[in-house]
């Protein structure tokens, strides 16, 4: 099993749809979780941590369900601007070191 | 403005040839990190440093090579031993040793890189 996974994609959303993308990890330990945007053929830039109280930024709401081992991503009244990739990224607890490990990404298409 | 600069954007090179990718930093980060994206693929780390003259192994260091002599530069050397380089390189670099699960990263804006 892949340390962190998720649904490729792609979605494809008309403008105003609300849409929910899940993350789900297979270390129990992990500590910290985030969701990154990245357009195509550039960087990743940070979307928005994930806390387990969940958290809201506008039409974006991350959540952790510790539980089930999943956090989950959704956008609300999306926009054509929204249409992106996006990578969920979790921070496992090892010996004191903390290296991200990246999902491989789900991709959304926002259309008119 | 303070950022992360990779150059150049784009390089190709013959196959055989060693290459060598920029990545400098002005955020005064003192970890950086070096990833390779595949088309359709998540981030794969190559090497990570904590520190200047410091630096570990990631999940995919076979054929690559990094240097840390000063805390703004960390260069990625792709070898001749590195079977299939063509692909988008990453870096990236966080405020703190990588000794919090709470710091994030910041990345550069990328090089391609095409071996012929």
């Known amino acids: 099993r892949k340390e962190v996974e998720q649904d490729p994609g792609p979605f494809n959303v008309p403008e105003g749809a609300t849409v929910a993308f899940n993350c789900t990890y297979s270390n129990s330990a992990s500590q910290s979780f985030f969701w990154y945007r990245q357009d195509c053929r550039k960087e990743p830039k940070l979307l928005m941590s994930?806390?387990?109280s969940g958290n809201e930024d506008g039409r974006f709401t991350a959540q952790l369900n510790r539980a089930s081992q999943y956090i989950s991503l959704l956008i609300r009244d999306s926009k054509l601007s929204d249409s992106a990739t996006y990578l969920c990224?979790?921070?496992?607890?090892?010996?004191?070191?903390?290296?991200?490990?990246f999902g491989r990404g789900t991709s959304l298409i926002v259309h008119p | 403005d303070g950022g992360i600069t990779q150059s150049p954007k784009y390089l190709f090179r013959k196959e055989g040839q060693n290459v060598t990718l920029s990545c400098e930093q002005n955020l005064n980060h003192d970890a950086m990190y070096w990833y390779r994206q595949d088309p359709g693929q998540g981030l794969r780390l190559i090497y990570y440093s904590q520190i200047v003259n410091d630096f570990q192994k990631g999940d995919i260091a076979e054929g690559y090579s990094v240097s840390r002599e000063k805390k703004e530069s960390f260069p990625l050397t792709v070898t001749s031993a590195q079977k299939n380089p063509t692909a988008f390189y990453l870096c990236?670099?966080?405020?703190?040793?990588?000794?919090?699960?709470?710091?994030?990263?910041?990345f550069g804006p990328g090089t391609r890189l095409t071996v012929l």
């Open positions: 990236a670099s966080s405020i703190q040793r990588v000794t919090t699960s709470t710091d994030t990263q910041y």
């Open positions: 990224v979790v921070i496992p607890a090892s010996g004191g070191s903390y290296i991200p490990t």
């Open positions: 994930v806390y387990s």
